[in-house]
């Protein structure tokens, strides 16, 4: 009797914490400056906005994953006027990238071309690459598109084993994307 009721006590914990985490709503928090709106999950902070130097009506984010426990996470967002196509932000935006982590001495490569994909009611280009230093591999995407006469650019970047995460957060953010 008492190993029975021992089992069914451990089904009973199992069955209610496996049901508890797929119930559970991922908290967000509304990130909301100058016009700009999105929202974020809770444990993700927006470092920096600021205006990026020389470029008339443009903003550069840079926002990070401060949950405790978790990897080197993190996505930056530019907004900039253009009359350039996306395909060319996007080939500037790997040049840019290709030689930034060159500096730092990174292997980076690209994973896939750039592909139209459509995120919510956005059509966007994405690619993705990979970065690599001294044991460490890094996974990213670079997505841009047009939204309310801006180009947006996000460049994500993740551990590996957590990129399907990260870009899940970046699609979201896209898709509470709004500017007044």
Same mark, same amino acid.
């Given at each position: 009797m008492k190993n029975r009721f021992q089992l069914l006590l451990v089904f009973l914990v199992l069955f209610l914490s496996c049901n508890y985490s797929s119930n559970k709503k991922q908290e967000t928090v509304l990130y909301e400056k100058e016009g700009l709106s999105f929202q974020l999950p809770k444990y993700w902070k927006v470092e920096k906005d600021r205006a990026i130097e020389g470029v008339l009506n443009s903003r550069f984010l840079s926002v990070s994953n !401060? %949950?405790? @426990?978790?990897?080197? %996470?993190?996505?930056? /967002? #530019? =907004? /900039?006027? *253009?009359? !350039?196509? @996306? *395909? +060319? /932000? &996007?080939?500037? @935006? /790997?040049?840019?990238?290709?030689? *930034? +982590? =060159?500096?730092?001495? &990174?292997?980076?490569?690209?994973? #896939?071309? =750039?592909?139209?994909?459509?995120?919510?009611?956005?059509?966007a280009l994405r690619s993705t690459f990979e970065t690599k230093l001294i044991g460490s591999s890094n996974k990213g995407t670079f997505t841009v598109f047009n939204h309310a006469n801006k180009t947006f650019s996000f460049i994500s970047s993740a551990e590996t084993k957590n990129i399907k995460e990260n870009t899940a957060v970046v699609d979201s953010v896209i898709k509470s994307l709004k500017m007044k």
């Open positions: !401060k %949950e405790p @426990l978790s990897g080197d %996470e993190f996505f930056v /967002i #530019t =907004a /900039i006027d *253009s009359g !350039k196509s @996306l *395909s +060319y /932000i &996007m080939d500037v @935006l /790997i040049k840019q990238s290709s030689a *930034s +982590y =060159a500096k730092r001495n &990174m292997d980076f490569g690209l994973l #896939t071309q =750039a592909k139209a994909i459509k995120i919510g009611s956005r059509q």
